[in-house]
């Protein structure tokens, strides 16, 4: 079943997985057997999802990571937390984030 992602909690990336940069591209790659293996089993983040990748360190819940990135992207922040929420849900799915529960 498939968890609904909230703009108001946390998330962190998985132990399950590593994240490089590698060739001028940043990866997160599955070390354990079935975890991301919907389409393709290396998830490539763009410069967006990087950013998005980097704050989420367990702390912050989503909606701190969107108003940070809103002056750094010069973007509204309810345009950020719809992609911070499509970004999350993707590799939520992917098994590559842990929601940080209460």
Known sequence: MEKKVSIEKVYKPSEDVVARQVQGEFIIIPITSG?????????????TGRAIWD??????????IAKDLSSD????????EQDILGFTQELMKRNMLVEIGK
């Open 73 to 80: 992207f010069e973007s509204g922040t309810s345009d950020i």
């Open 55 to 64: 704050r989420m360190d367990g702390k912050k819940t989503l909606k701190v």
């Open 35 to 47: 975890i991301g293996d919907l389409e393709d089993e290396i998830f490539t983040l763009n410069e």
